[in-house]
């Protein structure tokens, strides 16, 4: 059952990130879109979807299967755990302030920029780079 819930692990943290690494990509195209136009109520359309029909669900799968994961392979005494755990959480930070955005734009009262969002659409591949390392490697 371990290696069918680590493919399963596997394949929601694929979908997660996709959602991560899209969904602040719309904003920056959204911030170029006259408020009320055709084009921005399309966004708020696609990031409502691809927030709550992907990024959400998939980002539960990969908790429910990574904390199986932990526990029934013994993890969380590892070193290498502990940091990848603390960049998990920055990352579903992450998806916290792209759900706080994407309200934010349905209630036309966005408030940043399209830099700002070049931005945060960066962190998630940063954490990425991280967790990918420190399960890979497992440096300590």
Known sequence: MYLW????????????????LYLPRLFVYHCEAAKGSVQSETFKVMERRLLKGI?????????LAGLYLLYE??????????????????????????AKWTRQFANDANT?????????????????????ILVIVKPF
Request: proline share 3%.
């Open 73 to 98: 392979g013994g993890w969380i005494r590892s070193g290498w755990m502990h940091g990848k755990l603390a960049l998990v959480l920055l990352l579903s930070g992450m998806h916290g302030a792209n």
């Open 5 to 20: 819930i680590k493919a399963l692990h596997v394949m929601a943290v694929i979908s997660w990130m996709a959602a991560m």
């Open 112 to 132: 940043h920029s399209g830099k700002f969002y070049r931005i945060a659409n960066e962190i998630p591949a940063l954490l990425m780079v991280g967790i990918v």
């Open 55 to 63: 990024a959400t669900p998939a980002m539960i799968v990969t908790w």
